[in-house]
């Protein structure tokens, strides 16, 4: 089964480990670390948006309803992290002290997902998050299905594999592709849209297309598609 995982990766194994910055060692107890934030910040929150006990019970939201309400929470998350993500490539400082950190993962892997500095992890991830479940009005219980499914696409985007079948690649053009172009030095200035759509990267020229081609000695690889162009 590993074996045969070679053959879907983006990057060969010897990359992976020679490229990387970080150990990973280092990567788990920093994506631990953001977990215990993000636990603490959404017990907070819905501790403070929950519905009195003794108030009468609202009915269940309709499969149109919950359905609206994903798709708004999506298009807040992805513009607050467009946005932020983007300002934090261009201010030098920023990315230096605080973005530079999730970059030395120049061969992303899926448990690095949510590797970051803890500034970062709770001006995109927590506040972001926090923003898209009060703007989509959704119950607490919805939004753990919400922020689960975010979670999972998060972490397959980062998981440096192509893989034929994956509903995520199928599905949706921000995939495990798009983003590895991002983590490539040429790529650095584009591809900022995370984690669902590209809509923010098409609209403001940020956006570099892709190709995966079969690597030489085995494996697969992302490679943009035309030539890449200073902002």
């Known amino acids: 089964m590993l074996g045969s995982m070679e053959n879907f990766r983006l990057h060969s194994k010897k990359d992976e480990d020679e490229k990387n910055l970080v150990p990973k060692k280092d990567v788990v107890i920093g994506v631990l670390l953001q977990q215990l934030v993000q636990a603490i910040v959404a017990t907070i929150l819905f501790a403070v ?6 108030s009468p019970q609202l009915p269940e939201p309709s ?15 992805d513009t607050w992290q467009y946005f932020m993500h983007r300002y934090m490539h261009h201010n030098k400082f920023l990315y230096k002290h605080i973005h530079s950190q999730h970059h030395r993962l120049i061969v992303p892997y899926a448990f ?23 703007v989509s009005g959704m119950s607490p219980r919805a939004s753990i299905f919400f922020f689960s499914f975010a979670t999972l696409k998060t972490v397959d985007d980062h998981c440096g594999l192509w893989l034929p079948g994956n509903l995520f690649q199928t599905f949706f053009k921000n995939n495990s592709a798009y983003h590895d172009i991002h983590h490539q ?6 591809n900022f849209s995370q984690p669902f759509f590209v809509m923010w990267d098409r609209i403001l020229g940020t956006y570099m297309p892709y190709k995966v081609e079969k690597r030489c000695e085995g494996g697969l690889e992302a490679r943009p598609s035309k030539e890449c162009k200073e902002n």
């Open 49 to 54: 948006t929950a519905n009195d006990a003794e």
């Open 63 to 77: 499969i149109v309803v919950l359905a609206r309400q994903f798709l708004v929470a999506m298009t807040v998350l």
């Open 185 to 190: 030095l040429y790529g650095n200035k584009y």
């Open 112 to 134: 690095g997902a949510l590797y970051n500095h803890p500034l970062e992890g709770v001006l995109l991830d927590t506040v972001g998050g926090a923003l898209s479940f009060l």
